[in-house]
């Protein structure tokens, strides 16, 4: 799902259920965008907006979400009370079961501090760095690492997923426009084609109450590196079907992962 969240948490919540009202679409994973419940600058309603990590309101939504659509859901993420230091937050990546349980849940391991001249981002002054990549088995066949954005930029992450089986890679993502334009395309097709996995990316889009503007482009590419569907503007939802015979015969027929070499 593609999304142009606001700074208002329970608009965002309500458009979020609108628009898979409105897609239509049949649905066995559901990923959202990162900052999905709020986008906001201001750092003061970011640390006042996190949630406790345990049950909470917003959870409680996501949980019924899923269960509605029968569905797994990735909520792309949302920020997080850390215990450990109260005065800043993560940026936490829940996962819900088709059944509404909370499953498991990922912190940010990257954080984007960056100067792009045009723009200026230090998530490192409110957000702590997640310290374990988490996975999750959607079946015997599937099984996801999860990701946050500026994550993408480390393949030892995938790579890592890649060694623990996964064959789905999640990226829930607020690219900014200039890095989008740069990267978000080659980045997201490197990750699927050296780990012969799946990538489901989305992200937001579009201009934001706090002035940031995103890149959208939400897409989902095959271990081939094509992009089978992709959002460029506007917000809504896409869909493809993931093969795992397809996915089977490419690693039979060009095994690059058992080719590799310890240096």
């Keep these: 799902m593609q999304l142009n969240s606001s700074d208002n948490i329970e608009k965002n919540l309500t458009h979020i259920q ?6 239509g679409q ?7 965008p990162e900052n999905a419940t709020l986008m906001t600058q201001d ?3 970011q640390h006042h907006a996190a949630q406790p990590k345990t049950y909470h309101k917003i959870f409680s939504f996501f949980q019924s979400l899923a269960k509605q659509y029968q569905c797994w859901l990735i909520a792309g993420s949302l920020r997080i009370q850390d ?6 937050h993560l940026n936490h990546c829940p996962v819900f079961s088709p059944q509404g349980q909370l499953i498991c849940g990922y912190d940010k391991i990257h954080l984007f501090d960056a100067d792009l001249g045009s723009e200026s981002w230090h998530e490192s002054q409110s957000i ?7 996975t999750v088995a959607l079946s015997e066949d599937w099984k996801v690492g999860l990701s ?7 393949p030892e992450l995938y790579r890592q997923y890649s060694a623990l089986n996964c064959n789905i890679f999640t990226i829930p993502a607020a690219f900014t426009v200039p890095t989008g334009k740069a990267h978000w395309d080659i980045l997201l097709k490197a990750r699927a084609i050296e780990n012969q996995a799946y990538v489901l990316a989305a992200g937001q889009v579009g201009h934001h109450a706090d ?15 094509e992009t089978l569907a992709e959002l460029q503007k ?17 690693k039979k027929h060009m095994p690059v992962l058992q080719h590799r070499r310890e240096l």
């Excluded at 946050?148 to 480390?154: A, N, T």
């Design 18 to 23: 609108d628009l898979l009202s409105s897609s």
């Design 128 to 134: 702590n760095a997640g310290k374990t990549p988490q």
């Design 234 to 250: 506007g917000e809504g939802v896409i869909s493809a079907k993931l093969d795992l015979a397809e996915l089977h015969h490419l």
């Design 148 to 154: 946050i954005c500026y994550d993408l930029r480390f």
């Design 211 to 225: 002035g940031r503007t995103t890149f959208g482009h939400s897409k989902i590419i095959n271990p081939w590196g």
């Design 83 to 88: 215990p450990q230091i109260p005065a800043k």
């Design 26 to 32: 049949q649905i066995d994973l559901l990923v959202l």
């Design 43 to 45: 750092k003061a309603y």
